[in-house]
T-cell receptor, first 115, second 111 residues
C-alpha cells in the first residue's frame, strides 16, 4: 500500500516570495509522483510529474519539484510566487503494478498569496 | 479533445430524490475514476473502472450509491435516495498510465 502526507494544510506567503510545499510518501515499490493544482471552482489539473530519469522536474509556470528517494519526498517549490498561484495543491503517488496506475492523493495544501 | 466532460455542473435537489451524475472521459483512456470532495473529508476516491469494468468500489459510502460504465465513452454515478450529507463536489477523472485528467466537477446540493 502507498500513502502520501502533505505536511502543511495551509501556506500563506507574500507575492514575489519563495515557497515550498512539502510532500512525503511511503511505498514499498518504485513510484510515479505528481503534483496537481486546483483553482477555485475548478477540477484538478496536472502541474508536473516524475516518472523516471532526472529527479528535478519543472512546470511551464515556474514551479519545480525534486524527487528524493532517500527521504521519500517530492517537495514543490517556486522561487517567486504570484497572486494567481493562489490555489489548492495536491501531491499524488502512483505505484504501477501489473499495468495498473491507481494514484493516492494527499489531503492538499492551500497556498495563499498575499499582495 | 475537449477533455473530461461532466454534467450537470450544478445540481440542487431535495432529500429523498434520485440524482444522476454523468461523465464522458477522454477518448482512449482506459481508466475512469469517480471522486467526491468536501471540506471535511477532502478528496475521496469512490470507485474506478478499467476498460469499463468496475475494479474497486470500496470507497462508495453506502448502497445508495451506484456507478455504471456501459461503454468506453460514458459513465454515471447515481445516488438514490439522496441525503443532505451527500452534498459535495463530485469529480470524474480519466487516465492512461497514471496521469489523471479531471472534469470540472458537479456541485451537488441536497436540501
Amino acid at each position: 500500500a502507498q500513502s502520501v502526507t502533505q505536511l502543511d494544510s495551509q501556506v500563506p506567503v507574500f507575492e514575489e516570495a519563495p515557497v515550498e510545499l512539502r510532500c512525503n510518501y511511503s511505498s514499498s515499490v518504485s513510484v510515479y509522483l505528481f503534483w496537481y493544482v486546483q483553482y477555485p471552482n475548478q477540477g484538478l489539473q496536472l502541474l508536473l510529474k516524475y516518472l523516471s530519469g532526472s529527479t528535478l522536474v519543472e512546470s511551464i509556470n515556474g514551479f519545480e519539484a525534486e524527487f528524493n528517494k532517500s527521504q521519500t519526498s517530492f517537495h514543490l517549490r517556486k522561487p517567486s510566487v504570484h497572486i494567481s498561484d493562489t490555489a489548492e495543491y495536491f501531491c499524488a503517488v502512483s505505484a504501477p503494478s501489473g499495468g495498473s496506475y491507481i494514484p493516492t492523493f494527499g489531503r492538499g495544501t492551500s497556498l495563499i498569496v498575499h499582495p | 479533445d475537449a477533455g473530461v466532460i461532466q454534467s450537470p455542473r450544478h445540481e440542487v435537489t431535495e432529500m429523498g430524490q434520485e440524482v444522476t451524475l454523468r461523465c464522458k472521459p477522454i477518448s482512449g483512456h482506459d481508466y475512469l475514476f469517480w471522486y467526491r470532495q468536501t471540506m471535511m473529508r477532502g478528496l475521496e476516491l469512490l470507485i474506478y473502472f478499467n476498460n469499463n469494468v468496475p475494479i474497486d468500489d470500496s470507497g462508495m459510502p453506502e448502497d445508495r450509491f451506484s456507478a455504471k460504465m456501459p461503454n468506453a465513452s460514458f459513465s454515471t454515478l447515481k445516488i438514490q435516495p439522496s441525503e443532505p450529507r451527500d452534498s459535495a463536489v463530485y469529480f470524474c477523472a480519466s487516465s492512461h498510465r497514471g496521469e489523471q485528467y479531471f472534469g470540472p466537477g458537479t456541485r451537488l446540493t441536497v436540501t
